[in-house]
């Protein structure tokens, strides 16, 4: 996974970032009726002439590396960890480069197409075609300690607000509005998905909410800069029941060895996300206003998503089979049992045991 965000990175940044970023949408703040300047968002480009995009320029290599980390965790414990995320520099363009989808009037601050779309149908299909892994899904793999989950929740939760907020590009209104609607998409999220285990199941786990959380987070990043703080709320909720039934549908229903979720939470989420901006970005539900008539942005959307999810798929299959018929997609049975810490890497996080 390491090797995977190293790589990307360098694609990220080299991936000329001022073409990426130079029709990134923001504008300056507006005034409502009573004269006070509230969020602004994406219209206009930010590069000036004869300015070098310094700051700017390692938002690519960044979210490249969330890629692939991405990509690779459906795979943590049977797959050979030399995934990359090569799939994802197209949809960079269209969507923020003034490709055809921007031209369009597509809407994706921070990457619900680009970011969590991509990876989760990749996921997804890397799941498929590794197979799963020994014992599942009659014996469940939980995670070995919810006290490490939640503070790698908890700093996740933190970190997203960079992602969502800084991509805004600026430290202004619009990029406090995307921090707050972050926050309470998360929160709201977390909650329900609580409340639904304790109603269903009897008892709210710690890796529950968490997984909560983090649905709420994927699907407000492409809304982040259209919705009001109502509209967050209503998407949390909303996200948290997609995704309850997505993880269960997708690991019980169909067995598909997803090891951590990628699909059933980061590209339900994603999708979701960027289809309920459609809605919840109208000034009719709270909304900043900055699209088009709601059929009309609906349509893009789904445009926008439909040519991501085909792309992401039949991409991912080309790799995996190229992967596979070089170096080999999967460990040996007995690399499994040992561990692919140990196989692959030489380590052991408790090597006293």
Same mark, same amino acid.
């Given at each position: 996974?390491?090797?995977?965000? %190293?790589?990307?990175? $360098?694609?990220?940044?080299?991936?000329? /970032?001022?073409?990426?970023?130079?029709?990134?949408?923001? *504008?300056?703040?507006?005034?409502?009726? %009573?004269g006070v300047a509230v969020a602004p968002i994406c219209t206009v480009p930010t590069q000036k002439p004869g300015v070098r995009d310094v700051l *700017?320029? /390692?938002? /690519? #290599?960044?979210?490249?590396?969330?890629? =692939?980390?991405?990509?690779?965790?459906a795979a943590l414990r049977q797959g050979k960890r030399v995934f990359g995320a *090569?799939?994802?520099?197209?949809?960079?363009?269209?969507?923020w480069g003034g490709g055809w +989808?921007?031209?369009?009037? $597509?809407?994706?601050?921070a990457g619900g197409i680009v970011v969590h779309a991509t990876a989760g149908v990749s996921a997804l299909v890397m799941a498929i075609m590794l197979g799963r892994r020994k014992g599942f899904p009659e014996h469940p793999h939980? /995670?070995?300690?919810?006290?490490?989950?939640?503070?790698?929740?908890?700093?996740? &939760?933190?970190? &997203?607000? #960079?992602?969502?907020?800084? =991509?805004?590009?600026? %430290?202004?209104?619009?990029? !406090?509005m995307s921090m707050l609607v972050t926050h309470l998409s998360a929160a709201t999220a977390a909650g329900v998905w609580g409340l639904m285990e304790r109603t269903l199941n009897g008892k709210a786990s710690l890796v529950g909410m968490v997984t909560g959380l983090i649905a709420g987070l994927a699907t407000i990043t492409p809304a982040s800069g259209n919705v009001g703080p109502m509209?967050?709320?209503? $998407?949390?909720?909303?996200? %948290?029941?997609?995704?309850?039934?997505?993880?269960?549908?997708?690991?019980?229903?169909?067995? $598909?060895?997803?090891?951590?979720?990628?699909?059933?939470?980061?590209?339900? !989420? !994603?999708? @979701?996300?960027?289809?309920?901006?459609?809605?919840?970005g109208q000034t009719?539900? #709270?909304? +900043?206003?900055?699209?088009?008539?709601?059929?009309?942005? @609906?349509g893009i959307q789904l445009t926008g998503l439909g040519v991501t999810i085909v792309w992401s798929a039949v991409a991912t299959v080309i790799i995996m089979l190229v992967t596979k018929a070089t170096i080999?997609?999967?460990?040996?049975?007995?690399?499994?049992?040992r561990g692919m810490d140990l196989t692959e890497h030489g380590e052991d996080a408790y090597s006293e045991l």
């Open positions: 996974m390491a090797s995977c965000c %190293a790589l990307n990175d $360098i694609g990220g940044d080299l991936w000329s /970032p001022q073409k990426l970023l130079s029709h990134h949408r923001i *504008t300056p703040a507006v005034k409502n009726e %009573a *700017t320029y /390692p938002l /690519p #290599g960044r979210k490249a590396c969330v890629i =692939s980390t991405y990509g690779t965790r *090569t799939r994802k520099h197209g949809q960079y363009h269209w969507v +989808l921007y031209e369009m009037g $597509i809407q994706d601050l939980p /995670p070995h300690n919810p006290g490490m989950v939640y503070i790698g929740a908890s700093m996740l &939760w933190v970190g &997203w607000f #960079g992602f969502n907020a800084g =991509s805004q590009v600026s %430290a202004g209104q619009g990029a !406090g509209g967050a709320i209503a $998407i949390g909720a909303i996200a %948290a029941v997609f995704c309850y039934y997505a993880v269960n549908l997708i690991r019980n229903k169909f067995k $598909i060895d997803d090891s951590l979720d990628v699909f059933a939470v980061h590209g339900v !989420g !994603g999708i @979701l996300g960027t289809i309920l901006l459609a809605v919840f009719t539900f #709270g909304g +900043l206003g900055n699209l088009k008539p709601m059929g009309e942005q @609906l080999g997609i999967r460990v040996t049975e007995e690399e499994e049992n």
